[in-house]
């Protein structure tokens, strides 16, 4: 006797559910065409790195055995890039209020709090991404460096072999005229796939998928530590 009953409150919780999801997809839409999206999360990253590295470069400490906070002073640009990432939101639907577009979008999508939540949602996620993929980027370059530092164990031969492999694909890139092979190379590459984390519009266009594009860098990552690892054990010190 209980069944019947259940069967609409099933099909209740289905229709919120593509509607949920309907909405999401509409501002995620709405987010990634405007130009300003993808200028306001490059502006944020440049100018925090930035910052924090000018702040890095001007600290001094001239007290016997200070030891100035090196991670603070590297999280210094946060409170620069935090007003691009403030502007960022409040535009993502203020300009729908200076357009009169709102009235098109709770014409569409009546539930106003379901249409606030997915702009929360897309927000969040977008400045997230290319926030944290960003430290997971430097986080995995760093360990690249220390696997082939450990395996060649001359600093300056380190460096060298470092950035090399991270700028030669992207030179020979600008030098092949074939783009499938262009593609390809950009796909195998270090820094190359691996930045593909800092995109935000225009997805479709990238060689891999931002998260992809950071598996790829992963993957150099690991193979540095297990051959650094491998020589580090076998070999004299």
Known sequence: MSLPAAAPSRARYTGRGRYGSQTLHAEWT???????TGWLLLGAAVLTVAVSTAADAAATCSARGCQPDSA???????QAGQAIVAVLAILAISNEYSTAMIRVTLTAMP?????????????AGLVLRAACGSVLYLTLMALLSLGVATAVRESAVAIGLVLG???????VTSVI?????????????????????????????????????????????????IIGALMFCLRDA
Do not use: C
């Open 111 to 123: 539930r106003r709090l379901t249409v606030l939540a997915a702009k929360a949602a897309l927000v």
């Open 72 to 78: 603070k002073l590297t999280l210094t640009g946060v």
């Open 165 to 171: 492999l991270l700028y030669v694909f992207p030179v």
């Open 30 to 36: 709405k987010l990634r065409t405007l130009a300003s």
């Open 177 to 225: 005229g074939n783009q499938h092979w262009q593609r390809h190379l950009e796909q195998i590459g270090p820094m190359t796939a691996g930045l593909d984390i800092q995109a935000t519009v225009n997805l479709s266009s990238l060689p891999l998928t931002p998260w992809a594009g950071l598996g790829v860098l992963a993957l150099w990552a690991a193979g540095a530590l």
